[in-house]
T-cell receptor
Framework: SQQGEEDPQALSIQEGENATMNCSYK?????LQWYRQNSGRGLVHLIL?????REKHSGRLRVTLDTSKKSSSLLITASRAADTASYFC?????????FGKGTMLLVSP | KAGVTQTPRYLIKTRGQQVTLSCSPI?????VSWYQQTPGQGLQFLFE???????NKGNFPGRFSGRQFSNSRSEMNVSTLELGDSALYLC????????????FGPGTRLTVL
């Protein structure tokens, strides 16, 4: 089974709205990363949060990490059509980097 | 700096054949990792190379192998291809470790007939 599981599997919103996607994992981690993948730019690193951090911001992105619940959330504020993509969390465990199945985000103009 | 490049971009092979994919990392990056992406299994880690040595390995059969050269360029080989090997193969590079920010190439789309 996947170490990281994103929720929801798909999300459809209007431009300007906020989008929240969640990631749950099973084993202890050192870091958790979020990546975005779309047809135009491929897979791109968004943000990394370490296990001793609770929250991190980067532009319109806000990531939280709750190690007690083994979960993370990615918030995209004031979404744009260009944010349409699949979003993956990636966790380090057992000497591998494990990606979840992803959340497909559709932002409509 | 130039990004991660992968060749070829598209490949069609038949069952039983073997294939070699190539990856050139960003200049100065010493860690190169390979991933397989399929609709059913998603993104799965194959292996990581650092300083010409395989440092980490995912849960794939021995038909999947790789190597890294002294200039950090990497190749991945799949022998005795199966239909299920049809996938997008992604290469990623980072400065020192796959556990930090990685830069991904555009991928090689492999189709096995």
């Amino acid at each position: 089974s996947q170490q990281g599981e994103e929720d929801p599997q798909a999300l459809s919103i209007q431009e300007g709205e906020n989008a929240t996607m969640n990631c749950s994992y099973k084993t202890s981690i050192n870091n958790l990363q979020w990546y975005r993948q779309n047809s135009g730019r491929g897979l791109v690193h968004l943000i990394l949060i370490r296990s001793n951090e609770r929250e991190k911001h980067s532009g319109r992105l806000r990531v939280t990490l709750d190690t007690s619940k083994k979960s993370s959330s990615l918030l995209i504020t004031a979404s744009r059509a260009a944010d349409t993509a699949s979003y993956f969390c990636a966790t380090d465990a057992r000497s591998t980097l494990t990606f979840g199945k992803g959340t497909m985000l559709l932002v409509s103009p | 700096k130039a990004g991660v490049t992968q060749t070829p971009r598209y490949l069609i092979k038949t069952r039983g054949q073997q294939v070699t994919l190539s990856c050139s990392p960003i200049s100065g990056h010493r860690s190169v990792s390979w991933y397989q992406q399929t609709p059913g299994q998603g993104l799965q880690f194959l292996f990581e190379y650092f300083s010409e040595t395989q440092r980490n390995k995912g849960n794939f059969p021995g038909r999947f192998s790789g190597r890294q050269f002294s200039n950090s360029r990497s190749e991945m080989n799949v022998s005795t291809l199966e239909l299920g090997d049809s996938a997008l193969y992604l290469c990623a590079s980072s400065l020192e470790t796959l556990y930090n920010e990685q830069f991904f190439g555009p991928g090689t789309r492999l189709t096995v007939l």
